[in-house]
């Protein structure tokens, strides 16, 4: 079955860079994108950006762009998003999620399997 | 940029009817996606491409997407369908979500 396995907890101090995986299995890996969407306590889900796993090529929010890497290693099947300089309203859960498009449209798509999210707190 | 809204709360009394709505400019020419997210779990896909349910997402779960809104409908709402819900559509090549709707059964 798709499973897709995030690293755990992080607390960071502000200024620091914090680094968070996402290791899938049960499908082929390189076939679907992975985004990173993050959701702030009490507050709504907000996208960050996306990698397509077989080229590598990545798109990122506008207000994020400056700020975020997101990586991915095929021979481990593990994607990885990078968000540097941190403050407090960097704290938040962060999932991935696979992106599918079920043989349609790219602007059809859905995120259809997500990670179980990994709690970032930012705090001096 | 282009935005989603969605009232912040709905409520239903369990076996009604319960509709949630997204709203945005001409959404209905745009693909919808629907999330249920209930407190300390990852959302959960239970509508997609307006009107498609998953795999294993009860049959009660339907959407429709026309003119400037989408609509989730949950008929005969169940206590276990309290959670808060997000609409998602794909603009300016990334993905954006609507504010997303509590929904309370009373």
């Known amino acids: 079955q798709v499973q897709l396995v995030q690293s755990g907890a992080e607390v960071k101090k502000p200024g620091a860079s914090v680094k968070i995986s996402c290791r899938a299995s049960?499908?082929?890996?390189?076939?679907?994108?992975l985004h990173w969407v993050r959701q702030a306590p009490g507050q709504r889900l907000e996208w960050m950006g996306r990698?397509?796993?077989?080229?590598?090529?990545?798109h990122y929010s506008e207000k994020l762009q400056d700020r975020v890497t997101i990586t991915r290693d095929t021979s481990a099947t593990t994607a990885y998003v990078d968000l540097s300089s941190v403050g407090s309203e960097d704290t938040a859960m962060y999932y991935c999620?696979?992106?599918?498009?079920?043989?349609?449209?790219?602007?059809?798509?859905?995120?259809?399997?997500w990670g179980q999210g990994t709690l970032v707190t930012v705090s001096s | 940029s282009y935005e989603l809204t969605q009232p912040p709360s709905v409520s239903v009394t369990p076996g009604q009817t319960a509709s949630i709505t997204c709203s945005g400019d001409?959404?209905?020419?745009?693909?919808v996606s629907w999330y249920q997210q209930k407190p300390g779990q990852s959302p959960l896909l239970v509508i997609y491409?307006?009107?498609k349910r998953p795999s294993g997402i009860p049959e009660r779960f339907s959407g429709t997407n026309s003119g400037n809104t989408a609509t989730l409908t949950i008929s005969g709402t169940q206590a276990m369908d309290e959670a808060d819900y997000y609409c998602?559509?794909?603009?300016?090549?990334?993905?954006?979500f609507g504010s997303g709707t509590k929904l309370t059964v009373l």
């Open positions: 990698i397509n796993i077989g080229n590598g090529n990545t």
């Open positions: 001409n959404l209905g020419d745009k693909y």
């Open positions: 491409q307006d009107i």
């Open positions: 999620a696979r992106f599918n498009t079920f043989g349609g449209v790219v602007r059809g798509g859905l995120l259809d399997y």
């Open positions: 049960g499908y082929t890996f390189t076939t679907y994108p």
């Open positions: 998602q559509t794909w603009d300016n090549n990334a993905v954006l």
